[in-house]
């Protein structure tokens, strides 16, 4: 470890020491046209640094990601180390002589040609598709949309980059203790490297405050700075034919300046760099900055993107003359960034126990450690959960949130576009901006929302003949809210829910911080024009006097074996309306709007009392469509089916029993698949599982995202499994599904710990928000000693239910406290307004039984296909990504050898999708004789787990029957044969 690399801890610590005291809740708002209202006071935590006062209070820990390697050409350029303010972002990577930083804008998409534009479908045609689909001729109601919409792509196209810089130094010597680094506390991106002339640095951030990019170049120790610095494109960027590119340098003023093709009106954009030189010389030759004999170079940037005559705007030189007002010290603009980055990301703070050894390696380091661990590598959850944050915060802005890049791109050819996809990506990664303490960051999301809805009364108006809002599919930006991408598969104007979906997080805003005037001035006036779809669009009754959803679509699924996606009552469609109206009349009663005989109050609680119900299938799942002969299809990678578990919460243990029990089944059943190792697939099902607190599962899913390659050096993320196709969701998404394992929380209602793995015993987590106006400081737990810890601090006298729901044996706290109708899982405390409360659990005993197969040696009767990665060993190496599978008989089997004598209390089996309609359980003392212990003809899949008493050394799982998958029996498959017990005395 470089000395330089040593000071910057000792530096990074010292920051974090300082900002502690404003870790939890803290609201600091800008003040401009648009904002989020200022909510009701919500508590500081100055005290935060004595929060409870245990010993195993949260450490302060250098919130820092690192590698030691480096991308050796442009294609690699996603494992570089990224920086942003929500506008602006630059990449940086590149051998640390030849550096390469790759500039992006949030306006950044290739300039429209032409606008999207679609039909205004006839009144006609609308009511026979609804007709079609009323009396379930799905053909007809499929091939009459497909024919009605006219529907032709145009607008802003793929996100692209904007340009790079090459900084050249020549080779002096070998480059030794190289290391760049990212501070996620202030967002700087170091570069560290030794050679002859000594140790070098640079530096680099993106302002939020001052909405600049900062790059400062200072002399190695031994020796002055010598360097060529040069704006360029390359032609890995793959920009579209017809665009042009002029450079136009001096040694005061870098200028890269961009036109589109010439059918785009003029459009451009540009990047203007102002030079500050301490000593040395500055000369230009060509395109090439030379700096000579300089003790530094502060560089500092700003992109502009120009919809027409960008010629014009260039000669203005406006990005000339707003970069000379700027300070002109590193440090003073470091300033800036600290009291806007920094104090918005130190807010919350986790930490997992993690050992010092493990949080000194590198990026690539502890990924390596975990892709080859079954367990949790504490130390990458922490980094993970840093970088998830502060990529978040850094991709999110006033102007819009993250979109598939985040706000960064090295290429034109992006997956998807890089557009904002509304049916899953946009709204996960915004889902922890609320809970996480990150208000500033939703901004964007709000904004660019109430920007989508005059476009979205077009949808609706146009394609569908309704008043109101029709959600718009994938977009590239504020400005594009019309349908997109309408085909057979996918007649994308019938996902009728997905307004509300997008307008759920609003809700969630006004949870947290109870600010009736954002909820009445934002929420409301979106609602309301929710309110009057509804009322146009639900026109079919069935024989119970339901509305049906003539026309209905589950994102982006189809029924089993029906080949279409436009049907009747997707369960997505039902939980979207419920949400809105249900909100809707909640929002009307507490304004006093909206009341009295045939107003909008009693319309919509009609509509309310006659939206159809949820269904469980035939396999005790919750259906993802409410209608009887559409069979559901588990492999696929959304889980649109369970959207009323998250984000609603509509379903829970306690207010829906019987379709919280479904929903466990649906989930299940869908694990058995691999959700098509597609990030977002694994993310969502992940919060369903942290909702349904099914630790397991949740537990599992994290594992998978953490080890799979879902993510680069720089800890930002791809969209596939092996790093396939950057996308951000995945590493702005992370943080949230750790939030929602340690965290639940409804209007009174706090829940801690709900779905904690048994892998993470012990840990911390500070600054949490609770849906309720309530800061959760500090959460601490240590399941070794089964007692939670933690503080809260309510802005307004509540009472509210405390659950834990291992059992309570006992609590300690200063609040009123009252046994709960929930029993033992739960205690009512009564919270006085901004009063911190500290509370401690001693929980039930919960005795730990292991699984005593993991990594013992197995034998199967056969092995799929003769395949090496469907071994009988992989059944029992504790990972749920691999499994073992036989050929394709009945009468398959694979035991375990659990190498001595053991008393065995239950048996898990964790199938994939191929798994044993008939088998038996068998157990044996030498591998010959075997005696059943449990045999069924309805086995279920997905998980079970079997409760038994038996002392054995052997157990065998004896398949008698395979169920068919679509018509097809495969061979037996299981990912994981669990035994669990103690060894035999």
């Known amino acids: 470890m470089s000395k330089n690399y040593r000071l910057l801890w000792v530096i990074g610590g010292s920051i974090l020491l300082i900002t502690a005291i404003i870790l939890g809740i803290v609201f600091l708002m800008n003040n401009k046209d648009k904002e989020i209202t200022e909510p009701v006071s919500l508590p500081k935590t100055e005290e935060a640094d004595s929060i409870i006062h245990l010993e195993e209070a949260n450490k302060m820990r250098d919130k820092v990601g690192f590698s030691n390697t480096y991308p050796s050409q442009y294609s690699e350029w996603q494992e570089g180390f990224m920086a942003g303010n929500g506008k602006m972002g630059i990449i940086v990577f590149g051998n640390p002589l030849e550096d390469t930083i790759i500039y992006n804008h949030r306006l950044f998409n290739i300039a429209a040609s032409k606008e999207r534009s679609f039909h205004t479908v006839s009144q006609e045609m609308l009511d026979s598709i609804r007709v079609a689909c009323a009396t379930g001729d799905f053909v007809t109601a499929n091939q009459l949309a497909n024919e009605a919409h006219g529907w032709q792509?145009?607008?802003?196209?793929?996100?692209?980059?904007?340009?790079?810089?090459?900084?050249?130094?020549?080779e002096e010597g070998e480059i030794e203790n190289y290391t760049r680094i990212c501070d996620y506390t202030t967002g700087e991106i170091f570069v560290h490297w030794t050679d002859q002339r000594g140790d070098w640095k640079r530096s680099s951030f993106v302002s939020r405050k001052d909405n600049v990019i900062v790059q400062y170049l200072s002399k190695p120790t031994d020796s002055l700075l010598n360097c060529s610095i040069e704006l360029t494109v390359d032609q890995e960027m793959n920009f579209p034919e017809g665009m042009t590119f002029a450079n136009q340098a001096s040694e005061a003023y870098l200028n890269m300046r961009v036109a589109y093709p010439l059918s785009t009106k003029g459009a451009g954009y540009e990047g203007v760099t102002r030079v500050i030189a301490e000593g040395g010389t500055l000369q230009m030759e060509g395109n090439v900055l030379t700096v000579k004999d300089a003790e530094s170079v502060l560089l500092l940037t700003r992109l502009e993107k120009y919809y027409s005559d960008c010629k014009t705007q260039w000669d203005r030189n406006i990005l000339q003359d707003q970069l000379k007002e700027l300070p002109s010290e590193y440090d003073a603009l470091l300033m800036g960034q600290k009291e806007t980055h920094s104090d918005v990301y130190n807010r919350v703070t986790i930490d997992l126990n993690a050992s010092e050894d493990d949080r000194a390696l590198s990026n690539e380091d502890l990924l390596h450690m975990q892709e080859k661990s079954v367990k949790p590598v504490n130390a990458l959850y922490e980094r993970l959960f840093d970088a998830g944050r502060y990529h978040y915060l850094s991709s999110s802005g006033e102007l819009a949130p993250p979109d598939l890049l985040g706000i960064w791109t090295g290429d034109c050819n992006v997956g998807w576009g890089g557009y904002y996809h509304l049916d899953a990506n946009l709204n996960l990664q915004i889902s922890g901006g609320i809970v996480g303490n990150m208000f500033e960051t939703m901004e964007g999301y709000f904004n660019i929302n109430e920007a989508w809805a005059e476009d979205f009364k077009t949808n609706a108006q146009k394609l569908l003949g309704c008043r109101g809002l029709l959600a718009g599919g994938n977009t590239p930006g504020a400005t594009s809210g019309l349908i997109s991408s309408l085909n057979y598969y996918y007649p994308y104007q019938y996902v009728t829910g997905e307004e509300a979906w997008l307008l759920y997080p609003f809700w969630e805003y006004y949870q947290v911080t109870g600010d009736k005037e954002f909820l009445r001035n934002r929420l409301y006036p979106l609602l309301r024009e929710v309110g009057d779809f509804y009322e146009d669009f639900l026109v079919e009754t069935d024989e119970n006097g339901n509305y049906i959803f003539a026309g209905s679509i589950s994102p982006e699924n189809q029924p089993a074996g029906l080949g279409m996606s436009l049907v009747n009552n997707s369960t997505f469609d039902i939980a979207g309306a419920k949400f809105a109206l249900t909100k809707l009349v909640e929002i009307s009663d507490m304004f006093g709007l909206e009341q009295g005989s045939g107003e909008g109050k009693e319309r919509w609680s009609e509509i309310l009392d006659k939206l159809p119900p949820y269904l469980i299938n035939g396999d005790g799942a919750l259906a993802e469509w409410s209608w009887e002969g559409l069979q559901d299809n588990y492999n696929h990678r959304h889980s649109s089916g369970l959207i009323g578990v998250w984000p609603y919460r509509e379903i829970t243990p306690e207010a829906t029993p019987d379709l919280y029990e479904a929903a466990l089944v649906s989930l299940s059943k869908k694990d058995a698949y691999n959700y098509e190792n597609a990030g977002h697939g694994i993310l969502h099902s992940a919060l369903i599982a942290a909702n349904l607190k099914n630790a397991d599962s949740a537990g599992q899913k994290l594992l998978r995202l953490s080890k799979e390659g879902f993510f680069y050096t720089g800890l930002t993320s791809a969209h596939y499994v092996d790093h396939g196709v950057f996308c951000s969701d995945v590493c702005n998404t992370l943080p949230s599904i750790m939030m929602e394992m340690l965290l639940s929380s409804e209007d009174t209602t706090i829940e801690l710990l709900p779905a904690l793995p048994s892998t993470l015993l012990k840990g911390s987590i500070s600054g949490l928000l609770a849906r309720n106006q309530t800061v959760v400081n500090q959460l601490i737990w240590d399941l070794t000693k089964n007692t939670v810890s933690c503080r809260l601090t309510s802005t307004i006298d509540q009472t509210v239910t405390l659950i834990e729901r291992q059992g309570i044996l006992s609590i300690s706290t200063s609040a009123e406290v009252k046994d709960?109708?929930?029993?033992?899982?739960?205690?009512?405390?009564?919270?006085?307004?901004n009063t911190p409360i500290d509370i401690t659990l001693q929980l039930e005993e919960k005795t730990i039984i292991e699984n005593v197969a993991l990594n013992k040696k197995a034998v199967a009767s056969s092995v799929e296909s003769n395949s090496p990665d469907r071994e009988a060993f992989q059944a029992f190496d504790g990972d749920y990504a691999t499994r073992w599978a036989s050929t394709s008989v009945d009468d398959s089997w694979i035991y375990v050898d659990l190498g001595e004598v053991y008393d065995i209390n239950s048996i898990k089996l964790n199938w994939e999708a191929a798994f044993a309609k008939a088998y038996k359980l068998q157990v044996s003392k030498d591998a010959v004789n075997w005696s059943d212990i449990h045999e069924t003809s309805d086995?279920?899949?997905?998980?079970?787990?079997?409760?038994?008493?038996?002392t054995t050394r052997y157990v065998r799982m004896q398949g008698l029957e395979r169920v068919p998958i679509n018509g097809t029996?495969?061979?037996?498959?299981l990912y994981e044969f669990e035994v669990y017990g103690v060894i035999h005395k």
């Open 153 to 170: 792509d145009g607008g802003e196209g793929n996100k692209h980059p904007g340009y790079k810089m090459l900084i050249h130094i020549p």
């Open 820 to 833: 709960s109708r929930l029993g033992r899982i739960a205690r009512e405390l009564t919270l006085k307004a």
């Open 939 to 950: 086995g279920k899949g997905t998980t079970e787990l079997i409760p038994v008493e038996v």
């Open 969 to 973: 029996k495969y061979g037996y498959s």
